[in-house]
Nanobody, 123 residues
Framework: QVQLVESGGGLVQPGGSLRLSCAASGSIFRIYTMGWYRQAPGKQRELVAN???????NIADSVKGRFSISRDAAKNTVYLQMNSLKPEDTAVYYC?????????????????WGQGTQVTVSS
């Protein structure tokens, strides 16, 4: 079974920085894309940033210039560096992976989600 384990959330003052990490484990054959989504109270889940196996990145306009995404392919890990944080960045951040893994006796490609990590930006 595939697991996505997130870490790095917490409380930070406006203007501060945090780095989120997400490690994928299990019978993984290939990772196509890993990334981060967030969901604030009363709002829909939205893409923050993702990165493909080839290293191409896609970053939401709302965080462009402040957030960056990177990955360590050898560790099946993706990182989200968040700088110049604003109160409106407060949300639960979810790791997402589009990957192919062994499950239920066959190799399948599917989307997987982490459990979420809270990021709160407040003075």
């Amino acid at each position: 079974q595939v697991q996505l384990v997130e870490s790095g959330g917490g409380l930070v003052q406006p203007g501060g920085s945090l780095r989120l990490s997400c490690a994928a484990s299990g019978s993984i054959f290939r990772i196509y894309t890993m990334g981060w989504y967030r969901q604030a109270p009363g709002k829909q889940r939205e893409l923050v940033a993702n990165i493909t196996s080839g290293g191409s990145t896609n970053i939401a306009d709302s965080v462009k210039g402040r957030f960056s995404i990177s990955r360590d392919a050898a560790k099946n890990t993706v990182y989200l560096q968040m700088n110049s944080l604003k109160p409106e960045d407060t949300a639960v951040y979810y790791c997402n992976a589009d990957l192919k893994a062994l499950g239920y006796g066959s190799i399948r490609r599917a989307d997987y989600w982490g459990q979420g990590t809270q990021v709160t930006v407040s003075s």
